[in-house]
C-alpha cells in the first residue's frame, strides 16, 4: 500500500527545491488530488536512506530532466491537507539549488502530474495564482529563498 494511505494515517516528509535562475524560481501547476491546478516547487518524498540534497537532485531531475548544484537546506514547514479525499500530512523540507547548466529549460517529465514549468519572479505581483497553500504561507511570512547579498563595509 502507498505510504501516505496508511491506516491510521502517519506524517510523511517531502523535500521540495526552490531552484533559483537570476531573480526567479521554478514553478509548475500541480496535477494532484490534492493542492490540485495551484503553482509549486517541483519536489516529492524523502525516499529510505537517502539524503536531503539527493532526494532534492532526483526530484528535480524525475520532473524537469533538469540537473541541480549547489543544494543547500533553507527551512522545514509542517503542512497539513485536507483538500483532498483523505487528509495527508507532510513535513516539507525546502531546499535551494541552481541549475547545473543555466541555459538548460526545464521540460514537463511527468505531465500528468504537472501543466509546466515556468520561471517566475519571486515577488508578489510576479507570482502566479493561486499557489500551493505551503508556498502561499511563506510568501505571506515574508520567506526569501534567495541569497542574502554580503554585507557590504
Ligand atoms: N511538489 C511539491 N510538494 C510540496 C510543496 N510544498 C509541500 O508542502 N509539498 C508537499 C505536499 C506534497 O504532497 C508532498 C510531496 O510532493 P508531490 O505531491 O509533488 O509528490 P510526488 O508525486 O512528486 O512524489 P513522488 O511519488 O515522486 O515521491 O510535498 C511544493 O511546493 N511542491
Ligand atoms: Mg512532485
Redesign the pocket.
Known sequence: MEQ?GRDPPVP?V???VFLLKGNTVL?GR?R?S??DSTY??????L?FGESFEECAGR?VE??TGMKIEGTELLTV?N?V?RDGEKP?H?V?V?MRARPEDEGEEPRNM?PG?CDGWGWYEWKEEGLPTPL????ERMVASGFNPFPTQPQQH
Open positions: 501516505g510523511r517531502a523535500v521540495v514553478l500541480r494532484n490534492h493542492g509549486a516547487l517541483p519536489g516529492g518524498h525516499e526530484e524525475e520532473e514547514t503542512n491537507f495527508l507532510y516539507t525546502f511527468e502530474k500551493f497553500g505551503p508556498l
